[in-house]
């Protein structure tokens, strides 16, 4: 069982260039069965859920080839209209883009519940299937299905439809682009997702023929447009995420790291929070450079949808908050249970109360110190590793699949900028709880 070993206390220091967008290359991919012929995506991140993304493209006929370190073409001539079986699904939550993409060009799909970190008791897809109802397909109730992990969507033809959602999902804005992106006539999503990945992912379509309108905005706009074709040389986004937890590292570990590969303007509620707590940050035109000069103080960080704080930044972001002298105060706006980790920071002496499931008032300043940790989730792993660049002694990380879902080559990456990380091979009795 291999764990990063992280022996603390080191000054994160030099330049980190971040990958492409895990979150936007998981829509992007999916999306190239909406049409025949050959595509050519480039700065992809090679990390396991891409891995597995290319194993069900396979699954359903395309020809996958990694043709540098980051480009990856994909032919998708021979693609048909296949099961896709629950051992591939439930790998990775973004499998369910699959149903969004095959509903469009099969009008016909049928996909097991997919996996992925989980933030609950459940991650629904409701609201993905109230998008897919409003555009004319049936889909049974999971008690008519033979088995209650399949969901099977089919249309005689998808037509365009008005479709609003109550509360902002990035997941059912981007499956119901999919669908709508062929079907016949005009469809509008209102209270949509305006993440970058979701811009990105209407951009891409729009290279395919796709009439996208709105991406970015509360109101999206789609034309229903039968002849997509593929994408000879197109480039994902820069990795938000990635990008927010280097910089957010370079704060904790009271380092000076530049951040290369970014766009500066996804970053803006990052940029805000770091400053708040006394971090400076110099933003060039594709890379921000975050330091420290003073001691820095506890804040106030509140997730939102975008353009608000990430909520996938902010386990990372308690990390830091550890090290400011005073109460700083975390509040969860998007998943109802994503402050698990909590438990595993209390392992290295971090002092953090929870008055309600959705707010943590952390006790900064005092030493964090190095123990055995998993990584509940992806992004807690992330928090994790930072917390033990920070610590006094030797923090051992396990479960680290997690991580290793969303960030390419961080052990590298980390270890060029004078971090002491490496990755070891652990008996697996050698778990931590």
Not at 83 to 89: G, K, T
Not at 125 to 146: R, S, T
Not at 183 to 196: D, H, S
Not at 274 to 298: F, H, I, M, N, W
Request: glycine share 8%.
């Amino acid at each position: 069982m291999e764990k990063y070993v992280i022996r603390g206390g080191n000054r994160l220091t030099g330049e980190i260039k971040v990958s492409g967008a895990k979150n936007a290359a998981v829509a992007i991919l999916p999306a190239t069965i909406l049409a025949q012929g050959v595509f050519t995506i480039d700065n992809v991140p090679q990390i396991s859920d891409i891995f597995v993304l290319i194993d069900i493209l396979k699954t359903f006929g395309a020809k996958c080839e990694w043709i540098g370190d980051s480009t990856l073409r994909i032919d998708t001539t021979q693609v048909e209209n296949r099961e896709l079986p629950s051992s591939l699904s439930q790998r990775l939550r973004a499998s369910y883009y699959f149903i969004g993409s095959l509903l469009g060009r099969f009008n016909y799909a049928k996909v097991a519940t997919p996996g992925g970190c989980q933030f609950g008791a459940k991650r629904p897809i409701d609201m993905h299937i109230q998008g897919f109802e409003a555009l004319g397909a049936k889909i049974p109730p999971a008690d008519e299905v033979a088995k209650d992990d399949i969901v099977i969507a089919k249309a005689d033809r998808l037509l365009g439809a008005h479709i609003y959602y109550e509360k902002v999902s990035v997941g059912a804005t981007i499956n119901c682009m999919l669908a709508a992106v062929r079907a016949k006539g005009v469809t509008y999503i209102e209270n949509a997702a305006r993440e970058p990945h979701v811009v990105d992912l209407a951009n891409f379509l729009n290279k395919m023929g796709a009439k996208v309108k709105g991406a970015g905005t509360q109101t999206i706009e789609i034309e229903g447009c039968q002849d997509l074709h593929s994408v000879a040389e197109y480039s994902i986004i820069p990795d938000q995420i990635e990008a927010g937890t280097y910089m957010v590292a370079a704060a904790a570990t009271r380092g000076d790291l530049t951040i290369t590969n970014v766009t500066p303007e996804h970053l803006r509620s990052i940029i805000k929070s770091l400053r708040d707590c006394g971090a400076k940050v110099e933003v060039y035109e594709d890379s921000v450079r975050v330091y420290t000069q003073s001691e820095l103080r506890p804040c106030t960080v509140c997730t939102q949808p975008h353009p608000g704080f990430p909520t996938d930044m902010q386990s990372q972001f308690a990390v830091l908050l550890c090290t400011c002298k005073g109460d700083s105060t975390i509040i969860e706006n998007v998943w109802e249970d994503r402050f698990k980790y909590i438990r595993q920071l209390t392992r290295m002496q971090a002092q953090i109360t929870q008055p309600v499931q959705s707010i943590a008032i952390i006790h900064g300043g005092s030493a964090l110190k190095g123990a055995h940790v998993i990584a509940d989730d992806l992004r807690a792993g992330a928090a994790m590793i930072i917390a033990g660049l920070c610590a006094e002694g030797e923090t051992i990380v396990g479960e680290i699949q997690h991580v290793e879902r969303g960030y390419e080559n961080i052990v590298q990456k980390l270890r060029a900028c004078n971090a002491d990380i490496s990755k070891q091979e652990f008996p697996d009795c050698a778990a931590a709880e």
